[in-house]
């Protein structure tokens, strides 16, 4: 290998390093309570030395993003490849993908957090598409398992047929993560009560269920 070589892998070692560092303090402390030297001090670094490889905060928070959603995707990725989830019908996957958010909810509240501030950051910035490229690439896309479940249970009858895919997803995925990230956010006034917030997503996904379900399929 030559030196110059050696050096760039050296450097994209050393990147990774910082961007897992730094993605682990985003998720334990939230990212609008990480600075720059907690990140460099964390990774044994000088901030100087930081700032060269990254510039700002919002830099390493997208590759952060990046690194925490390929994690999270391959969790589900196992599940919606099983031959389990292959043999079963359109309405029993449908099932499995709505219950997956309200699992990730449950068990990934710090990376949905995470998600919302980044958000924040990139609707703010607004980076271009070249630079948002590997962040997108990274996000599990359920859209398309939606939209193979809903074809699968049309031809086999277990959803009722005439529904828009796209308006469907569209609609279910709004709600689900609008109301996570109120939920996740905490209650405002003296009334509000997020005590059962998933209790109140998994019912929401059996309404869904119930309003897709052809009444003429054998269940």
């Known amino acids: 290998m030559k030196p110059g070589d050696l050096a760039e892998a050296e450097r994209k070692q050393r990147e990774k390093r910082i961007v897992l560092t730094a993605a682990e303090l985003f998720l334990e402390r939230g990212a609008e309570n990480v600075r720059m030297t907690d990140i460099a001090d ?6 100087a030395t930081l700032y060269r490889y990254f510039g700002t905060k919002s830099a390493i928070m997208l590759e ?10 391959r969790l589900f ?34 990376f949905l957090r995470f998600l919302d501030a980044l958000d924040t950051v990139l609707l703010t910035e607004k980076p271009d598409p070249e ?34 895919a796209n308006f469907l997803y569209r609609t279910i995925s709004d709600f689900l993560n609008g109301t996570a990230r109120k ?32 009444p003429a399929y054998n269940f």
């Not at 964390?42 to 901030?47: A, D, R, W």
């Not at 939606?146 to 009858?157: L, N, T, V």
């Open 77 to 110: 990725e196992l599940q919606f490849h099983s031959p389990e989830y292959e043999a079963a019908s359109g309405i029993a996957q449908m099932e499995i993908l709505l219950g997956a958010y309200v699992q990730l909810y449950m068990e990934q509240q710090p």
């Open 131 to 164: 630079t948002l490229l590997p962040y997108r690439e990274s996000i599990l896309d359920f859209y398309d398992l939606f939209r193979a479940a809903h074809e699968k249970g049309e031809a086999d009858g277990s959803i009722r047929p005439g529904l828009d």
């Open 42 to 47: 964390e990774c044994g670094i000088g901030v």
């Open 64 to 73: 952060s993003g990046t690194l925490l959603w390929r994690d999270v995707a």
């Open 183 to 214: 939920f996740l956010r905490g209650e405002v006034l003296p009334e509000d009560d997020y005590t059962q917030g998933a209790a109140e997503m998994a019912l929401f996904v059996e309404m869904v269920l119930g309003y897709l379900r052809d």
